[in-house]
């Protein structure tokens, strides 16, 4: 390696040498490095491969791309598009904020599971276009009549060949009110004083 890096630096020396004072120095070489010396270098192919402009037209965008533009990510939450089977809460709780089955299952069997502010009372339920998935932390630390929650709202689903294409927005951490009456979250926890 190191053999050939040096044979590359005294090329690099005869390149930006005057042609008469190359042509001296060739005679010296070996005949293996000097048909190297004497061929030119193809870059000029090489850079316009980067130069090409992409083969898509704007006639050729697909309607997905069109629909990415019109749900625009907020200040705290990003919009997520994944396919799925359905429309289960379970599923878009999954595919939405990367949770896997298993904590899905043990969040909705604690009742940390609400949709649209009421229990969820069947993990396996259909779920529109618009409603709103939260699953909730914990109390909040600053405020206990506050709840922190990691919510997932559905913005639109389409069909696809296999399953439905689905756009959510997701919310890693809301802090929000209580909610009341019979869904209001209780701890399960002892409470110290």
Request: hydrophobic letters at 35%; glycine letters at 4%; proline letters at 3%.
């Amino acid at each position: 390696m190191l053999r050939s890096l040096r044979q590359i630096s005294r090329l690099g020396k005869y390149a930006t040498a005057p042609a008469s004072s190359l042509a001296n120095k060739t005679a010296a070489l070996p005949n293996v490095i000097s048909p190297r010396i004497q061929a030119p270098l193809h870059t000029s192919s090489v850079s316009r491969k980067y130069d090409r402009k992409s083969s898509r037209t704007a006639d050729d965008l697909d309607t997905d791309d069109e629909a990415d533009e019109e749900f625009k990510d907020e200040r705290d939450s990003k919009v997520v598009k994944t396919k799925v089977n359905s429309l289960r809460a379970d599923l878009l709780l999954k595919a939405g904020l990367g949770m896997a089955r298993n904590k899905v299952e043990l969040n909705f069997y604690e009742s940390k599971i609400r949709v649209n502010g009421k229990k969820l009372q069947k993990k396996s339920v259909q779920l529109d276009i618009g409603d709103e998935i939260d699953v909730i932390r914990g109390f909040s630390q600053s405020n206990p009549s506050h709840l922190v929650i990691s919510r997932v709202a559905i913005l639109s689903a389409s069909e696809r060949e296999e399953g439905l294409s689905v756009h959510l927005r997701r919310y890693k951490s809301l802090l929000i009110e209580n909610y009341r009456g019979a869904d209001a979250f209780k701890s399960s926890e002892p409470i110290a004083h």
